[in-house]
C-alpha cells in the first residue's frame, strides 16, 4: 500500500485538491475509489470508519484519517514541505483564499457544474443564480490575479491548488471563460508545473457509466 491513500472520484473538484498536490509533489499515493454517484460516502459503514459527514476526499496517512480538502492540504504542506508560505503573513493569506474558494469560488462552482452536468436539471432559476454568484467570484480571483503569476507570494502555494480545481472544467461549468484573462493565464501557469494532470487524468471513476 502507498503512503497516502485518497478516497475520491474523478469527478470531484475537492478530491482533485489533494490529488494534484499529492501528484506534483511526488509523493507515494495512490486513490481509492469512491462510488458517490451510488451512495458511497453516504454509507453507514463510510461514514462510521471513514467520515461521519459523509463526504469525499478522506487521505489516509500514517494512521490518521483527514477530512475536508483545506485541512487534507494544510497537513501535506507540513508533511511533504511543498506549496507552503514563507512567513505567518502568507500564511494568513493562503487560509484567507481557502477559505475564499470554499465559501465562494468551489461552492457555487460545484454545484452549477452539478446541475447542469450530473443532474441535468435544465436551465432553472436557481441554475441562473448559481452562475451569477459563481462569475462574481471569478471576477474577484480575475482582478486579484492582475500582474500575478501566482495567488499569493509569487509561487504556486495551496491557495492556487484550492482555488484552481474546479476550473479545469470550463464546458462543464457551462460558463464562458473567454474575458477572464488573467485566470486563464494563472490556470496555464499552474499546468505548467511538472507533473501536472487534469483531474480526469488524475483519479479513477471517468467517465461515468451511462
Not at 448559481?130 to 495567488?151: P, Q
Request: net charge negative; proline share 6%; glycine share 10%.
Amino acid at each position: 500500500m502507498a503512503e497516502y491513500v485518497l478516497h475520491c472520484f474523478a469527478q470531484s473538484g475537492n478530491a482533485y485538491k489533494p490529488a494534484l498536490m499529492l501528484e506534483l509533489s511526488g509523493a507515494d499515493w495512490e486513490p481509492k475509489w469512491n462510488d458517490f454517484f451510488n451512495g458511497g460516502s453516504r454509507a453507514p459503514d463510510f461514514r462510521e470508519t471513514y467520515n461521519e459527514m459523509g463526504e469525499i476526499p478522506v487521505l489516509e496517512h500514517a494512521g490518521l484519517k483527514l477530512t475536508q480538502s483545506g485541512v487534507i492540504l494544510d497537513y501535506l504542506v507540513e508533511k511533504l514541505g511543498t506549496f507552503g508560505w514563507t512567513d505567518d503573513t502568507e500564511r494568513r493569506e493562503v487560509l484567507r483564499w481557502i477559505l475564499f474558494d470554499n465559501h465562494k469560488l468551489t461552492s457555487y462552482t460545484a454545484t452549477l457544474r452539478y446541475l447542469r452536468i450530473f443532474a441535468k436539471t435544465g436551465e432553472t432559476e436557481v441554475v441562473k443564480w448559481l452562475e451569477g454568484r459563481a462569475i462574481g467570484a471569478y471576477k474577484v480571483l480575475e482582478h486579484h490575479l492582475e500582474g500575478r503569476d501566482f495567488v499569493v507570494g509569487g509561487k504556486p502555494t495551496i491557495a492556487d491548488l484550492s482555488l484552481c480545481s474546479y476550473l479545469y472544467w470550463p464546458e462543464e461549468i457551462g460558463v464562458d471563460f473567454a474575458p477572464f484573462k488573467n485566470i486563464n493565464r494563472w490556470l496555464g501557469n499552474i499546468s505548467a508545473l511538472p507533473g501536472w494532470k487534469a483531474p480526469y487524468d488524475l483519479m479513477p471513476g471517468h467517465p461515468l457509466p451511462a
